[in-house]
């Protein structure tokens, strides 16, 4: 599976961006999609995942009820919309896919998200 993250950019305090991360290569409804972050001289984080279907989501408890994690099975794609950001939601964004729960095993390269104060 190839993954291509993208929608990152500068945004204000308190605005919004909506990642998007086409995937291709294998059948995309086989696999669980997740977006994790990373900023640097720190451990990557998770931030959502979604199952195969799209009916369960899951969010780091410092993004719920600011982000949410959606896909389109159809356009092979996934996305995470980001609400109310905040500086310290500054990172390199990528996404992920796997088959198992908890575990990835495909990475996009990365979108970098900055959120000026």
């Known amino acids: 599976v190839q993954l291509q993250a993208y929608g990152g950019g500068l945004v204000q305090s308190g605005g919004s961006l909506r990642l998007s991360c086409a995937a291709s290569?294998?059948?995309?409804?086989?696999?669980?999609m997740g977006w994790f972050r990373q900023i640097p001289e720190k451990e990557r984080e998770f931030v959502a995942a979604i199952s195969r279907n799209g009916a369960n989501t899951y969010y780091a408890d410092f993004v719920k009820g600011r982000f949410t994690i959606s896909r389109d099975n159809a356009k092979n794609t996934v996305y995470l919309h980001m609400n109310s950001l905040i500086s310290e939601d500054t990172a390199v964004y990528y996404c992920a896919s796997g088959t198992q729960v908890g575990s990835y095993d495909y990475w996009g390269q990365g979108t970098q998200v900055t959120v000026s104060s």
């Open positions: 290569g294998r059948t995309f409804n086989n696999y669980r």
